[in-house]
Each structure stands twice: as structure tokens, then as C-alpha cells.
């Protein structure tokens, strides 16, 4: 049981809905700690990556992942923007040239896109960001591919695995990002760039499972 191009295409297009639709939650999150931008930002963003997949849906995966990540990386200013791009250009690196992938892949793809935002951001587990949704998605994913669970079932984990560790940053100090000026005032709200990645892990977990 395979993710194909199709399903990938359609994990896309649901996220940019579940923007659309959060637009305004993660803003509010990003009012309590950050500068209001996150929703406004994100949402601009996959506007315009939804503009610029009719001309790339043919193309292998790999390719459709980084056509995301440059269109992130032109529209999405910040800290938000380039870190949201290297999740897609490193995962489309790691699943370059292929139709359809497992989920060990997935899980390796993932590893690489965390591995880019921890380079770029040098944030750690912890420090309040994304990369509190992304570390604990990542073993979820590695875990039940060693396991031999099905697609399914390892993308469902994973995604409760971002949703805890998105829930986990709420008393957390951030240290990290604008949030980290606020220092101790910056706990006891939960963090904006951990929950749309949590969206973003739980879309494909949805829109993937009804395939397999
Ligand atoms: N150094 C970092 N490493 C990883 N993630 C980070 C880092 N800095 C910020 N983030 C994530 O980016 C989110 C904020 O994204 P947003 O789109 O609001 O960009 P921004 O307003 O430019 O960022 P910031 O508020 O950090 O200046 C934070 O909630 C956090 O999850
Ligand atoms: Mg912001």
C-alpha cells in the first residue's frame, strides 16, 4: 500500500483548506506570543503553491514537494517561510523522481525535512517551535515502519505523536523565534508553527488512510 502522486496532490490541496479554514486560529496563537502573522502567512502561502500546481501535477513527487517549497520560500516572509520551504524541499529531495512511495519512505523523507528545519531554525526539542510537532511525528513514523504497521496506522501515530508534542509546548518557554523575547510570559500558550504542522501531519494522515 502506497501514497501515489495523486494522493499527494490531494494532501496539498486539503491543507490549503485547513488554512484557509484556521486562518484566524493561528493568528490568534501567534497574537499571544509572536507578531499575528503565522495564519495570514501560511495561507498566503499555499495560495499561491495552489496557483502553481495545475502546471506541475504531472511530475514525479519529489519534484511537485519542492515546487511547494520555492513557492513557500517566494510568497512567506519571516521565520515561518523558509522553514515551512525546507520541510518540502528536503522531503521532495528524499522522495525525489518516484510515483508513489511507503511509508518507510515517509518516514525518512520526514527525518530529512526535521533534520532541514533544525539546521536552518537550530531549534531543539523543547524550545518551543515546530520542531515540538516534528521530532515526535518523526519517531512515531520510524517506530511503526520498524514495526511493520500498516500505512495507515503509521501515519495516524505520527499524527497524534505532533498533536501531543503541540500540546506539550503550551507551559513551555520559548527560546527560540519573536516568541523567545517574551521570555516566562511566553508560557502557558500554545505554540502557532507547532499546530499547522500538526495540521499538516493530520491532513495527510486523513486524506492518506482513505487510500489504504
Ligand atoms: N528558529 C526556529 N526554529 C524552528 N521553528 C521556528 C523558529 N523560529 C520560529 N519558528 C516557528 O515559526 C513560527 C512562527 O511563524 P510565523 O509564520 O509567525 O513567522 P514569523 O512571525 O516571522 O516568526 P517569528 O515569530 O519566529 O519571528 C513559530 O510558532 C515557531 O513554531
Ligand atoms: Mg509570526
Keep these: 500500500?502506497?501514497?501515489?502522486?495523486?494522493?499527494?496532490?490531494?494532501?496539498?490541496?486539503?491543507y490549503a483548506e485547513v488554512l484557509a479554514e484556521n486562518m484566524e486560529y493561528l493568528t490568534e496563537l501567534d497574537a499571544q506570543i509572536g507578531d499575528a502573522d503565522h495564519g495570514a502567512?501560511?495561507?498566503?502561502?499555499?495560495?499561491?503553491?495552489?496557483?502553481?500546481?495545475?502546471?506541475?501535477e504531472d511530475k514525479d513527487i519529489g519534484t511537485i514537494m519542492k515546487v511547494v517549497?520555492?513557492?513557500?520560500?517566494?510568497?512567506?516572509?519571516?521565520?515561518?517561510?523558509?522553514?515551512?520551504?525546507?520541510i518540502f524541499i528536503q522531503a521532495g529531495k528524499t522522495i525525489d523522481g518516484v510515483?508513489?512511495?511507503e511509508l518507510e519512505d515517509w518516514a525518512?523523507?520526514?527525518?530529512?525535512?526535521?533534520?532541514g528545519v533544525i539546521n536552518l531554525?537550530?531549534?531543539?526539542?523543547?524550545?518551543?517551535?515546530?520542531?515540538?510537532?516534528?521530532i515526535p511525528a518523526v519517531e512515531a513514523l520510524k517506530e511503526a515502519s520498524q514495526q511493520g504497521l500498516s500505512?495507515?496506522?503509521?501515519?495516524?501515530?505520527?499524527?497524534?505523536?505532533?498533536e501531543d508534542g503541540m500540546i506539550a509546548t503550551i507551559p513551555l518557554v520559548a527560546r527560540k523565534g519573536r516568541a523567545s523575547y517574551l521570555g516566562e510570559r511566553s508560557a502557558g500558550h500554545q505554540d502557532p508553527g507547532a499546530?499547522?504542522?500538526?495540521?499538516?501531519?493530520?491532513?495527510?494522515?486523513?486524506?492518506w488512510a482513505n487510500d489504504c
Design 1 to 14: 500500500m502506497a501514497v501515489t502522486r495523486e494522493d499527494v496532490l490531494k494532501w496539498i490541496r486539503a
Design 41 to 56: 502567512n501560511m495561507n498566503r502561502g499555499f495560495r499561491t503553491v495552489l496557483q502553481k500546481l495545475p502546471d506541475n
Design 69 to 86: 517549497g520555492m513557492a513557500l520560500l517566494s510568497k512567506v516572509g519571516g521565520a515561518g517561510g523558509p522553514l515551512y520551504s525546507t
Design 99 to 101: 510515483l508513489e512511495f
Design 108 to 115: 525518512k523523507a520526514l527525518e530529512a525535512a526535521t533534520t
Design 121 to 134: 531554525g537550530k531549534a531543539s526539542l523543547g524550545d518551543k517551535t515546530m520542531v515540538d510537532a516534528l
Design 151 to 162: 500505512l495507515g496506522e503509521g501515519l495516524a501515530l505520527s499524527a497524534k505523536a505532533a
Design 195 to 207: 499546530t499547522s504542522t500538526f495540521m499538516l501531519l493530520d491532513t495527510a494522515a486523513k486524506v
